[in-house]
């Protein structure tokens, strides 16, 4: 069973940085696609980025130009960075992975999620 585990979130003012990162307990090479998804409070949970084996990659068009998403496959770990913070990137992040095709399915991987907090 491959765990994601993510990290990075926390409290940031509107305008700042901050750096997610997922790490997968199993080979990494088994996975096609990692990405990030987000759930706000109230909300359903929305695809945030996403990046295919080979380096392809995909945005929400609320984070485009904002938000990185990248894959260190030897360290099996996705990263997502996040600039220009706005108080309605507030949500619960999470990490999701698939053998299969991007976007994930429920019945993929998933992290535990990870808060990230923007105030105004």
């Known amino acids: 069973q491959v765990q994601l585990v993510e990290s990075g979130g926390g409290l940031v003012q509107a305008g700042g940085s901050l750096r997610l990162s997922c790490a997968a307990s199993r080979n990494i090479f088994s996975i096609n696609a990692m990405g990030w998804y987000r759930q706000a409070p109230g909300k359903q949970r929305e695809l945030v980025a996403g990046?295919?084996?080979?380096?392809?990659?995909n945005y929400a068009d609320s984070v485009k130009g904002r938000f990185t998403v990248s894959r260190d496959t030897a360290k099996r770990t996705v990263y997502l960075q996040m600039n220009s913070l706005k108080p309605e990137d507030t949500a619960v992040y999470y990490c999701a992975a698939t053998r299969g095709n991007w976007p994930p399915t429920p019945g993929d991987y998933w992290g535990q999620g990870t808060q990230v907090t923007v105030s105004s």
């Open positions: 990046i295919i084996s080979g380096g392809r990659t």
